[in-house]
């Protein structure tokens, strides 16, 4: 019986993740899976040591806060390891976690194999890192189609097994009428959250003529969101359906972007970055130094253009956002080009099944020789 360790470190991670367990278990119905996760993981079958929830630190002084929490989480991974010994330790993103996780493995546990499925995107950022991924990793399974030449450039091998949100949007979108409604995806941590709602409905409210719908992240309660709705403001919980419902929308970005457009809705792209009064005078200096891409999002990424604008830092404010909004809402030929790119992003990305491709790799490290 192989026994497979994963580690995934918020919700878009759990999603995935849970996928790959339910190919490992068809592939391989004797598979004992554990490790670190969130809810799907676990009703996937994965014995979970700990749930993301208290592991999703993401701005520099939430983590200074959490320090002894972060702690905990590796100690209790690591002993976790320790215990379980697992024939394959699987990460899945979540970089600065997992790559002193595989770091350890690799040095206490030699004869477990170490995969990076769903690697960091260090092709954006890092890319130092991509040295250390190839030292420590057996096998990296990506999932941008552009992820092997990347690694090559340096040498090392990286295998494209398909792309895990295009093919879970390819089985469960539905096809649903469209509403006068604009979609608000805020994002999946309750910090970027906090930063980011209020801000989102502030712009989205001057379009009085359409019903605003929020979508809410997995493990995040109703009444976390509704200080910041008025009365009839939706919170919807069946993401897909809202988005594929929205005349717009008004993404965090992340995965968030990518889903969007893989279920055909114009979008407006944002983040927030502290300090960005500050990054009015700083941002193309540091821009080059931190970045190795022209573009934040991941569907201008892979179209290699602005297919959605991108309102970051300073450029983040409700003006702006509503000023594209109405671009999106009255300006037929703007989103005829931009649901063309994305059209050719799904090209990009293939129809390969990313789980099921990543769990025959996996379980193919498992065999004797």
Not at 24 to 44: H, N, R
Not at 172 to 178: F, L, M, N, S
Request: net charge neutral.
């Amino acid at each position: 019986m192989a026994k497979y360790f994963l580690i995934a470190g918020e919700a878009s991670g759990d999603r995935h993740a849970a996928a790959l367990i339910a190919q490992l278990q068809k592939q391989d119905p004797e598979a004992a899976c554990c490790g670190l996760g969130g809810d799907m993981m676990s009703a996937a079958g994965c014995r979970l040591y700990r749930h993301y929830r208290e592991m999703a630190f993401m701005a520099f002084v939430e983590v200074l806060k959490n320090l002894g929490r972060i702690r905990q989480n590796f100690r209790i991974a690591e002993e976790a390891l320790l215990k379980e010994r697992p024939d394959v330790l699987i990460l899945i993103d979540y970089p600065t976690f997992n790559l002193k996780m595989a770091a350890f493995c690799r040095k206490h546990l030699p004869g477990t194999k170490i995969v990076y499925y769903i690697p960091p995107k260090i092709w954006a950022w890092k890319r130092w890192r991509v040295h250390k991924i190839a030292r420590l990793c057996d096998e990296v399974l990506g999932i941008f189609p552009f992820e092997p030449a990347f690694y090559a450039k340096y040498g090392y091998r990286c295998e494209y097994v398909g792309n895990p949100t295009a093919e879970q949007i390819r089985h469960e979108a539905k096809d649903t009428p469209q509403k006068q409604q604009i979609a608000i995806l805020p994002g999946s941590r309750r910090s970027e959250i906090e930063h980011c709602l209020h801000v989102m409905l502030d712009a989205a409210r001057r379009h009085t003529e359409y019903q605003l719908a929020v979508t809410a992240a997995p493990g995040i309660e109703d009444a976390f969101y509704a200080p910041y709705l008025r009365e009839g403001e939706t919170l919807r919980r069946d993401t897909y359906d809202a988005v594929s419902e929205s005349k717009a929308a008004i993404v965090n970005s992340g995965t968030a972007t990518l889903e969007t457009a893989l279920l055909g809705c114009p979008q407006v792209a944002v983040y927030y970055l502290a300090f960005s009064p500050l990054l009015v005078y700083t941002r193309w200096f540091l821009q080059p130094l931190m970045f190795s891409i022209r573009h934040f999002t991941l569907v201008n990424i892979l179209s290699g253009k602005e297919t959605i604008r991108e309102l970051v830092a300073d450029d983040f404010t409700a003006d702006k956002i509503e000023a594209e909004l109405q671009r999106l809402l009255h300006d037929a030929d703007y989103t005829k080009n931009m649901l063309a790119e994305y059209e050719h992003i799904r090209s990009l990305l293939g129809n390969q099944p990313s789980a099921e491709t990543a769990a025959k790799r996996i379980i193919a490290l498992t065999a004797k020789p």
